[in-house]
C-alpha cells in the first residue's frame, strides 16, 4: 500500500500544477461547423456536399440574426424573429495515436429538438431546448486521415412553443470529451460532494464518485487532493477501488475541514478538488499508470429556511435580493458569451442583487460557473409546463417520455454548484388546478431528493389559496413559493400554518428607460385585464420610468418591497425581472417585441429604480435624479430622488432651493412637482448638515457629438471576449441629450468585429447585428467581439450632423 500511495502522490504533484479549470479532460468543440438555415434530410450523411453552407463558430443563434416580423410564427411573445429547421455539420480528424482513447460530445444546450449523427450513426434525440446532454462517439469514429463528421438537425420548426424568446440552434458551448481507452473512468457528472456538518471550526465534507467501466481485476487506486481559493494544496485522500464488480461502482471519500472558509454571497470561496484514478502495474517497480482525472469546485456553506425568521446563510440572517432572469443575453440573443453573462451579473451585483431565478429553465454552465464565482445564489428551475400546454407546441408533448431524464440530468450536473441553493419544479404549473397536481409534485420532487437530498424543493405557485392549489396539497415542497399575490402575505402565516415562504416571482412593473410622463401620482395597473392588450397608454409605446406601472397581477418595486421588506418570514423575493427580455412585450402589441418589466434594460443600461433598489440593498451612497430635464417651458414635472447614507435631499433649480425632503416611514425617495424652466436641477444629500452627494442634471441643447464609453479597454484576443461600449449623444457642452434618436454608424479597424448594436427601446425594428443603430433616449450600445488575433482595435463611431469619435482599445 506504501508503495502505491507514495508512487500516487507523486503523480499528484508532478500533474498538480497543470489542472485545468474545466470539470472534465475536455477539448472546446465550437470551432469550424458549417451551418445551413432549412431542412435537408441527406445532411445527416457522411458524404454530403456542405460546401455551399456558412462557415461559423458555435454557440450560434440564428433567430438573433433574423428580422423581426410581425408574421413571424414565433409571434411577439417569442421575439417575433425567425424560427424553423437548421442544421450543422462539422468534419474533424483524430490522430491515430488517439485510436486506444473513447470520444463523447457534449451538448450543453441546443433549442430545440436536436438529432445527431456520427458518420451517418444516429445518436438520439433530445427535445428540451436548456438541457446538457451527452452521446458516445466510440464506435462510429474513425482515426488517422479519414474524417468523421458530426451533423446535427435543429428543429425550432413547430410554433409557438414557448413564452419568451428561446433563440434557435446550438446556442451553448460543445465538448469533445475523451475517457481512457481500457473503459475505467468517472461516469458524466460523476462526482457529487456536500458537506453535512459546518462550524466555524470544521466541516465535514463528503466526496462521492461514480465510476464506470468493464469489470477489471486490476487494482486501482483513487487519490483526491483539495486545493483552497488560493491554489494551496490542503488535504489528500487516497482510497483503494475494487472494479471486479458489475459497470458503475460509487466510491466514497470523506475527511474533516478544519477552519473552512465558507462560501456567501459577499465572500464567495471556492475549493477545487481534483480526483485522479489510476492502477497499479502488475510489473515490479513501475509506477502506477494514470487512468482518469477529474476536476470539481465546490463550496463550503449552510443556509436555512425559517417559518418565522426567514432565510439565512452560515447562521446569518440574509433577505434574498433576488432577480428573475430569462436566458437571452440581448443582441446577442441565446448564443451563450461568459462576457455576456458576466457583464449582466456585474450589472446586478452593483445593484445589490444576492440572488438569481433561471426562470424557467435550467441555465448554461458558465452561468453557474459565474454565480459561484460572484457570490449569487441560484433558485435553479426545470420546466415552465409539466403534462399541460401553455402554448400549442411547448415542452408538455415530450413531458411523457422525457422529464424524468430531463430532471435527473438537470440536478446532476448542477448539485456541486454552492451557489445553487434550492431547486424549482416548475413555474405556475396547469396542474396546481387539479388532482394531477399532487401525484406529479411528489414523483418530481422524490426524483430531485433522490439525486440530492441537500437543497430544498419549491414550485413557484401562482394559485394562493392552500385549499384550492394542488401542487401545495402534495405537501412534497419544503418552501412554499408564491408569484405575486403580494396581499396574500400579511394572512399567510394563518393560512399556511408552519411553513416557510420564498416570494419566487414579484412586481412585473413596466418600464422604459428614460421616458418619462411628467406627473407621477398615479399609480397605473396595465393592461387593465387579460383581454385588453392596449386599452390606453402612449401613441409611441413607452411606459413612464416613475416606478408607477404595473401589470394587473404586478405591483410596483417600491410596493413590492416595501412589504417584503416588512415582515421577517418573507426570506425575500425575487423580481420579475433583472433585465428585460426579448419577448412578452406587456402592455403592448407589435411592433413592441420586447418586454417592459426589466430592472435594467435590454441593452444593459439601468433604468431609475436600479438605483432605488442599490440605495436599499447596499451600503454604497447613493443619490440619483430623475426624470431628465427637457420639457416644455411652463410644464409641471415630478422631480425624484432616490437616495441613501443621508437624512436629507434638498433640491435647487437654477440655484434656488426648492425645498428639504426627508423620507417619512417607510418612503423609498422623495419627490418634488416642479413648474418647469430650463436650466440645472442640482440636488444635495446630507448627513447630520454635512454634504454626502450632489447631483445635477441641465437642460441639453441639441445633439451636437458622440461619446463613446468602453467598459474595458484590454479584451482578451481570443475570439469570445466583448468589449460593451455605450455611445451617448451629446448637446455641445457635454450634456447627454435625454430625447436624441439619432442614427450612429460604427466601424473597426484592427482584430475584432461588431457582436451587436441595441438601444434598449422595446418597439425597434433595426438588426441587432449591423454596424448601425438609433440612440434611444440619447443612449446606444455596440458590443465589440474580439478575434483569436492580438492587436490595436479602433473604434468609430459616426452620425450625419454631429462630431464623431474614435476610441482605442487592445486585444491580446
Ligand atoms: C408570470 C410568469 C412569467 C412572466 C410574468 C410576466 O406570471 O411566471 O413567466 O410571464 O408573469 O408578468
Redesign the pocket.
Known amino acids: 500500500m506504501k508503495f502505491k500511495l507514495y508512487f500516487c502522490l507523486f503523480l499528484v504533484f508532478s500533474c498538480g500544477m497543470a489542472v485545468a479549470q474545466q470539470h472534465k479532460p475536455a477539448e472546446n468543440f465550437n470551432q469550424g461547423w458549417k451551418f445551413f438555415l432549412g431542412n435537408d434530410s441527406t445532411a445527416s450523411k457522411p458524404g454530403f456536399d456542405d460546401s455551399k453552407w456558412r462557415k461559423l463558430n458555435l454557440p450560434h443563434d440564428w433567430s438573433i440574426e433574423g428580422a423581426f416580423n410581425e408574421k413571424a410564427a414565433s409571434t411577439t411573445n417569442e421575439g417575433a424573429l425567425p424560427t424553423g429547421i437548421g442544421w450543422y455539420r462539422k468534419t474533424f480528424k483524430l490522430a491515430a495515436a488517439s485510436a486506444h482513447q473513447n470520444f463523447a460530445i457534449d451538448f450543453d444546450g441546443v433549442y430545440k429538438n436536436s438529432e445527431v449523427w456520427i458518420n451517418g450513426h444516429y445518436l438520439g434525440k433530445r427535445p428540451n431546448g436548456y438541457i446538457s446532454f451527452r452521446y458516445n462517439l466510440t464506435p462510429y469514429l474513425h482515426f488517422g486521415s479519414k474524417a468523421n463528421v458530426i451533423a446535427v438537425k435543429v428543429d425550432n420548426s413547430e410554433q409557438p412553443n414557448s413564452?419568451?424568446y428561446s433563440g434557435s440552434g446550438i446556442y451553448r458551448n460543445v465538448w469533445l470529451v475523451s475517457v481512457p481507452a481500457d473503459g475505467i473512468h468517472f461516469a458524466h457528472w460523476g462526482t457529487f460532494i456536500t458537506t453535512p456538518k459546518i462550524t466555524d471550526k470544521v466541516a465535514s465534507v463528503n466526496l462521492n464518485f461514480t465510476i464506470n467501466g468493464e469489470p477489471d481485476p486490476r487494482e486501482y487506486v483513487l487519490t483526491t487532493v483539495i486545493y483552497d481559493g488560493n491554489g494551496k494544496r490542503i488535504k489528500t485522500l487516497t482510497k483503494d477501488c475494487n472494479l471486479t464488480q458489475g459497470s458503475t461502482i460509487q466510491v466514497n471519500q470523506s475527511f474533516n475541514m478544519e477552519s473552512p472558509q465558507l462560501w456567501s454571497t459577499d465572500h464567495p470561496h471556492l475549493y477545487k478538488v481534483v480526483t485522479k484514478l489510476c492502477f497499479i502495474s502488475l510489473i515490479a517497480n513501475e509506477p502506477p499508470v494514470l487512468v482518469d482525472t477529474y476536476t470539481t469546485t465546490f463550496g463550503i456553506r449552510s443556509f436555512n429556511f425559517d417559518k418565522d425568521k426567514g432565510f439565512s446563510l452560515n447562521g446569518k440572517p440574509l433577505k434574498i435580493h433576488g432577480v428573475?432572469m430569462h436566458h437571452d443575453l440581448g443582441a446577442l440573443g441565446a448564443a451563450v458569451n461568459t462576457r455576456a453573462i458576466e457583464r449582466q451579473l456585474q450589472i446586478l451585483k452593483a445593484m445589490g442583487c444576492n440572488a438569481i431565478r433561471t426562470?424557467?429553465n435550467p441555465p448554461a454552465p458558465e452561468f453557474l460557473d459565474l454565480c459561484d464565482k460572484m457570490g449569487f445564489l441560484v433558485m435553479d428551475e426545470a420546466f415552465?409546463m409539466w403534462a399541460k400546454k401553455k402554448n400549442k407546441f411547448d415542452y408538455y408533448k415530450d413531458w411523457k417520455a422525457w422529464h424524468r431524464v430531463d430532471l435527473i440530468d438537470q440536478i446532476k450536473r448542477d448539485r456541486n454548484h454552492p451557489s445553487v441553493f434550492m431547486w424549482s419544479i416548475g413555474?405556475?404549473i396547469r396542474e396546481q388546478f387539479d388532482s394531477s397536481g399532487i401525484t406529479i409534485a411528489k414523483e418530481l420532487v422524490a426524483i430531485v431528493k433522490f439525486i440530492d437530498p441537500t437543497r430544498p424543493v419549491t414550485s413557484?405557485l401562482?394559485e394562493n389559496k392552500p385549499d384550492k392549489n394542488f401542487i401545495y396539497q402534495s405537501h412534497a415542497l419544503d418552501v412554499v413559493g408564491l408569484?405575486?399575490h403580494t396581499e396574500a402575505y400579511a394572512d399567510f402565516k394563518k393560512n399556511y400554518p408552519g411553513e416557510k415562504f420564498i416570494a419566487t416571482?414579484t412586481t412585473?412593473a413596466l418600464e422604459s428607460r428614460g421616458h418619462y410622463d411628467a406627473l407621477s401620482d398615479t399609480t397605473l395597473k396595465w393592461p387593465h385585464n387579460s383581454k385588453s392588450k392596449f386599452t390606453d397608454g402612449n401613441t409611441d409605446m413607452t411606459v413612464s420610468a416613475y416606478d408607477n406601472v404595473a401589470?394587473y397581477?404586478?405591483t410596483t418595486h417600491e410596493e413590492t418591497w416595501k412589504i417584503i421588506k416588512k415582515y421577517d418570514f418573507l426570506s425575500g423575493l425575487f423580481v420579475?425581472t433583472g433585465f428585460d427580455y426579448i419577448g412578452?412585450p406587456?402592455p403592448y402589441p407589435w411592433p413592441a417585441r420586447s418586454s417592459y418589466?426589466g430592472i435594467v434594460d435590454l441593452a444593459g443600461f439601468p433604468k431609475d429604480v436600479y438605483y432605488m433598489y442599490q440605495s436599499e440593498w447596499t451600503d454604497k451612497r447613493v443619490l440619483h435624479l430623475l426624470p431628465h430635464w427637457n420639457w416644455q417651458p411652463g410644464k409641471v414635472v415630478d422631480v425624484w430622488a432616490y437616495y441613501n447614507n443621508a437624512d436629507e435631499v434638498e433640491l435647487f433649480l437654477n440655484d434656488k432651493s426648492l425645498g428639504i425632503k426627508k423620507k417619512q416611514g417607510d418612503d423609498l425617495h422623495v419627490a418634488w412637482r416642479v413648474p418647469y424652466q430650463p436650466g440645472t436641477l442640482r440636488a444635495v444629500s446630507r448627513l447630520n448638515g454635512k454634504v454626502v452627494l450632489t447631483e445635477q442634471i441641465k437642460t441639453a441643447g441639441k445633439p451636437a457629438k458622440i461619446e463613446l464609453i468602453a467598459d474595458r479597454k484590454n479584451i482578451k484576443g481570443d475570439g469570445n471576449d466583448l468589449c460593451y461600449i455605450t455611445a451617448r449623444v451629446l448637446d455641445a457642452d457635454g450634456n447627454m441629450v435625454p430625447y436624441a434618436d439619432n442614427l450612429l454608424k460604427f466601424s473597426i479597424t484592427g482584430p475584432a468585429t461588431i457582436a451587436g448594436v441595441d438601444n434598449g427601446q422595446q418597439t425597434s425594428l433595426e438588426p441587432f447585428k449591423g454596424n448601425q443603430h438609433k440612440a434611444f433616449n440619447g443612449l446606444c450600445l455596440l458590443i465589440v467581439q474580439s478575434r483569436q488575433i492580438s492587436g490595436k482595435v479602433s473604434v468609430s463611431a459616426s452620425s450625419p450632423g454631429l462630431n464623431g469619435v474614435t476610441i482605442n482599445l487592445v486585444s491580446k
Open positions: 413564452r419568451w428573475c426562470s424557467h415552465d413555474n405556475e413557484a401562482s408569484n405575486y416571482e412585473s401589470a397581477w404586478g420579475w412578452e406587456t418589466f
